[in-house]
T-cell receptor, first 112, second 114 residues
């Protein structure tokens, strides 16, 4: 699976959009981009995933560049409860590709 | 629906003792994962079950660790004998399908071995 690079930490003001970048320059054509987050003392929580089209759900939006070498997770109106470590994971689909490889992620701190 | 249930939530034991961690996956899910999280190594996959059968146990640290899934609604991770370096948070996750689907994580068991 392709390696990902994320900034170690980011800050965001409450109510503003949080834009979390992820670089995955070695991604291959059949690899998806997944985002999970881990709030302190809780298990990781799935947020969103995509292949090449932009995706949106009730939690966030995922913007993938046309060359697929990077992506951005957008939390449109960050709240204090969004303070967490956010993990960008690149993973193939199907067959034996069940393993989620968590890196160090980005610690997002939402400030009042 | 209830999420993934893990017990105990916290465990403190002495070196050499046997430790058993328990997991109840989400009903209907056929894949179960055990992960371990430490500050030094982050989140690591220990073992993966599909339809109650262990598919990949390459992440299990050593013979002191064993995992079972006797039925679709229950799994255990056992450490015998436990050592201080086993201190970590152990997460169980389940999914409907192993490779395609979202993994749902439990709250974790925080293990401290003295």
């Amino acid at each position: 699976d392709a390696k990902t690079t994320q900034p170690p930490s980011m800050d965001c003001a409450e109510g503003r959009a949080a834009n979390l970048p992820c670089n995955h320059s070695t991604i291959s054509g059949n690899e998806y981009v997944y985002w999970y987050r881990q709030i302190h003392s809780q298990g990781p929580q799935y947020i969103i995933h995509g292949l090449k089209n932009n995706e949106t759900n009730e939690m966030a939006s995922l913007i993938i560049t046309e060359d697929r070498k990077s992506s951005t997770l957008i939390l449109p109106h960050a709240t204090l409860r969004d303070t967490a470590v956010y993990y960008c994971i690149v993973k193939k689909s199907g067959g034996s590709n069940y393993k989620l490889t968590f890196g160090k992620g980005t610690l997002l701190t939402v400030n009042p | 629906d209830a999420g993934v249930i893990q017990s105990p939530r916290h465990e403190v034991t002495e070196m050499g003792q046997e430790v058993t961690l328990r997991c109840k996956p989400i009903s209907g899910h056929n894949s179960l994962f055990w992960y371990r999280q430490t500050m030094m190594r982050g989140l690591e996959l220990l073992i993966y079950f599909n339809n109650n059968v262990p598919i990949d146990d390459s992440g299990m640290p050593e013979d002191r660790f064993s995992a079972k899934m006797p039925n679709a609604s229950f799994s255990t991770l056992k450490i015998q004998p436990s050592e201080p370096r086993d201190s970590a948070v152990y997460f169980c996750a389940s999914s409907f399908g192993g490779s395609e689907e979202t993994q749902y994580f439990g709250p974790g068991t925080r293990l401290l071995v003295l």
